[in-house]
């Protein structure tokens, strides 16, 4: 039986969520779009021999922070992102949970803690499912081909 990870509203859990909500959503996209067009007008200024003036604060792009307690369940989500589960129209539904254990012995994360690091993968993965269901709606006729 799947237990259900708590969902505490003032605590670890709440900062979990946050951070992969971050991530996974609109504001993690522009803070990763401005990071490679800081990185890109860094290395014009660098070849072009002039000094680089940032044109945005990074600092205010930062994802909420990650607590030690939840690296391990982010590494893992890490290491299986791209074993992506698919439905009709490509649509995301899950990550396949077949090689988490062995993934959690080469993370060396230790057998103690190995069920919490998997309830915490799961509400990762939830969220980020969420977030893929939701810009998936949000893209949904824009450009689609006209049947009149």
Known sequence: MRRVWPREEGGRT???I?????????????????AKTEAVLRRRASAEGRQYVPKFDLAVMQPPTLMPENSDAWELFLACQRQL???????IVGIDEST???KMDLLEIPPEEQLDTLEKFQLIVEVFVKSCTRASSEDSGKGAIGTG
């Open 14 to 16: 709440k900062k979990l």
């Open 18 to 34: 946050e951070h992969a909500e971050w991530r996974f959503g609109e504001q993690g996209e522009v803070a990763s779009a401005v």
């Open 85 to 91: 589960i698919t439905a009709g129209f490509g649509s």
């Open 100 to 102: 988490l254990k062995w």
